[in-house]
């Protein structure tokens, strides 16, 4: 059977879930097992967290620009299979702080050919007035992945051990190799453009601006998404038995209030303007950062309030990104301009994550409240760059509205 339309656009988020199985598994346990266990600081345990993004912005801008000139189905294949490989080869081999980067970013390289590869493979194969939808769903998805990825691997670690979290999850992206078999296959337009070549792609202002903005969400994204558990275990430390959610109810709820929050500010921009809305929600997700930051210490209910409100705010932006970045890519450079909208942002995730955990070593480490002020000051300020990218890439004497279509 080979896969079409809506049944395409649900097989592919299932095969999205698979792959992003793995995807926070680091972070997901750092707090309790890895830092303990290997004796890690901040910064060491958010180098060790950010190569898995390091990795696949190494990888990302030659796997996504070859979708130009070759089936995307190939490449995702390949992708799936070496980041499950990769996951295993953690959960089998990893001994220390070198050698889980080293098996992290070549997990990060796998998932380098199974992301933006993987919406290539999508978009090639739909009309194109099913485009901004169907990516804005492919692209939410990932945040139910990352929910189940959080929930398995702290499940798994705590019982039956960390090694086994990234055994049971590595298994996650041959779903989306079942997926690539029942895909039917396409052949990209010609191009006769170097493999490398992202001069059209810098040219293209409109597009730039998406791409630039979509660094700045990824700063804030990864650099909240790796220290959440961390957060959280710090916030009930200091709150005498007080919080009625764990790490991992936090962690899973924060992920999958993402999914709703990305559908909402797609449809947002669609409504009323994708630059106005994109703006609108970075602005707001800065300010509910700062209030995080100052409120480290008042009740964990207004606390966890609080950290809900950041979870739609912080996802708020990227389908529309996305889907403004793919709309305003030229054709013949599709593949390039998502390799460059890629790059930025898992390169900035990457040093969301790192700087995260720079700043909390800094500001005292992760057992201080000023830490964490300090940190949440950081992401506050990186999203609020978007509104600049933004800026700077509008048409002038555009009408507003006809930009979001």
Known sequence: MRLSGRSLVLAMCLGQLGNLLPHVAVPAIMPQHLMPIWGLTGAQAGFMASAFAFGYMLAVPVLTTLTDRIDARSILLGGSAAL????????????????????????????????????KALTDRLP?????????????????????????????????GWRWAFITTGCGPFVMVAVCLAMPRVRPLPTKRRLLDFGPVLRNRPAMGYVLGYGAHCFELYGIRTWLVAFWTFVMAHSAGTTFLGPVAVSVVFSLLAMPASILGNEAALRFGRHVALTVLMLVSAAVAFAIGLSVQVAPTLLLVLLFAYALTVPADSGALTSGMTMSAAAPDRGATMAMHTTVGFGLSAFGAWGA?????????????????????????????GPVALWWSRPRGTDERRMSV
């Open 84 to 119: 499950a490989l990769a996951t295993l080869a953690f959960g089998l081999f990893a001994q220390g702080l070198w050698s889980a980067v080293l098996l992290w970013g070549l997990a990060g390289m796998g998932f380098a050919g199974a992301y933006m590869p993987g919406l």
């Open 357 to 385: 955990g720079i700043t909390l070593d800094l500001a005292g480490g992760p057992s201080k409240a000023s830490a964490w002020l300090a940190m949440f000051c950081v992401l506050a300020g990186s999203i609020l760059l």
């Open 128 to 160: 194109s007035g099913d485009v901004s939808r169907s990516v804005t769903l492919y692209t939410s998805s990932f945040s139910v992945g990352v929910g189940l990825s959080f929930l398995v691997c702290q499940l798994v670690a705590d019982s039956v």
